[in-house]
């Protein structure tokens, strides 16, 4: 493998003679690992290239990390975290959406059942610009779509591990437990894990874990069964409409 260090240093000297004063970004970007995968090793990659003089972005799903790249006490972390309600409605993107949503009296039932991720209503909205059917009768089948994946991957966390059952009822009444739950337990989360994630909440120094959205509180709520969170939400849907 060749060294490509000059060919960088030529680079960079271009670089900083036509943008003084600035230094540049790369973007390393890290994908979700899969279950039983190493993440990649950037801690070496991001040392050589800061030593450059580039500012080194690292946009990385929770689980994609070396731990110890995250302990150098060199770094920035940003978490991003999900929008509010009026951020998502400000979103030009969906102002059609919500246009429609709100002429059916459904936009409330969609920002309680979908949070605050944006992909998820413009995957909503293709969907509504591609139906033969009615606006409700769509957007009651993307939500139903989504309790079923979140039924999916509680059924799936809870066939590999039936402790986590216990966890699921707990998160029943209350949104949250901390995570000496699951260690009194012999339990930690798997990684990835799409219906829980651990946090901190920043006022406590103790971290908790949450559902990762509020489909799976919904799904939590109604004693972890498909049957009974469905009817909760067909019935979200009726009493939004009237």
């Known amino acids: 493998?060749?060294?490509?260090?000059?060919?960088?240093?030529?680079?960079?000297?271009?670089?900083?003679?036509?943008?003084?004063?600035?230094?540049?970004?790369?973007?390393?970007?890290?994908?979700?690992?899969?279950?039983?995968?190493?993440?990649?090793?950037?801690?070496?990659?991001?040392?050589?290239?800061?030593?450059?003089?580039?500012?080194?972005?690292?946009?990385?799903?929770?689980?994609?990390?070396?731990?110890?790249?995250?302990?150098?006490?060199?770094?920035?972390v940003i978490y991003v975290e999900e929008l509010s309600r009026d951020d998502i409605r400000s979103l030009p993107q969906l102002h059609q959406l919500f246009a429609v949503l709100d002429e059916e009296r459904l936009s409330d039932v969609v920002l309680d059942l979908l949070g605050g991720i944006p992909s998820l209503y413009l995957k909503l909205d293709t969907e509504?610009?591609?139906?033969?059917?009615?606006?409700?009768?769509?957007?009651?089948?993307?939500?139903?779509?989504?309790?079923?994946?979140?039924?999916?991957?509680?059924?799936?966390?809870?066939?590999?591990?039936?402790?986590?059952?216990?966890?699921?009822?707990?998160?029943?009444?209350?949104?949250?437990?901390?995570v000496t739950e699951l260690m009194n337990r012999g339990l930690e989360l798997p990684s990835p894990c799409k219906i829980l994630r651990q946090t901190d909440l920043g006022r406590t120094t103790e971290l908790v874990v949450q559902p990762t959205n509020p489909m799976v509180v919904l799904y939590c709520k109604h004693d972890s069964s498909y049957k009974k969170a469905h009817e909760a939400v067909l019935q979200l849907i009726k009493t939004a409409r009237g």
């Open 1 to 76: 493998i060749m060294d490509q260090a000059a060919n960088v240093n030529r680079v960079l000297f271009w670089y900083h003679l036509f943008f003084r004063g600035q230094f540049p970004i790369m973007v390393m970007t890290t994908s979700e690992l899969a279950r039983g995968r190493q993440p990649a090793e950037l801690t070496g990659a991001v040392r050589r290239l800061s030593r450059l003089g580039i500012n080194v972005v690292v946009d990385a799903s929770p689980n994609s990390l070396q731990p110890d790249l995250l302990t150098t006490t060199r770094e920035n």
């Open 128 to 178: 509504l610009k591609r139906r033969d059917e009615t606006v409700n009768d769509a957007v009651t089948k993307f939500l139903l779509r989504r309790l079923n994946s979140v039924a999916k991957d509680a059924i799936s966390l809870c066939t590999v591990t039936p402790k986590f059952k216990e966890v699921l009822t707990l998160l029943k009444d209350s949104n949250q437990i901390y």
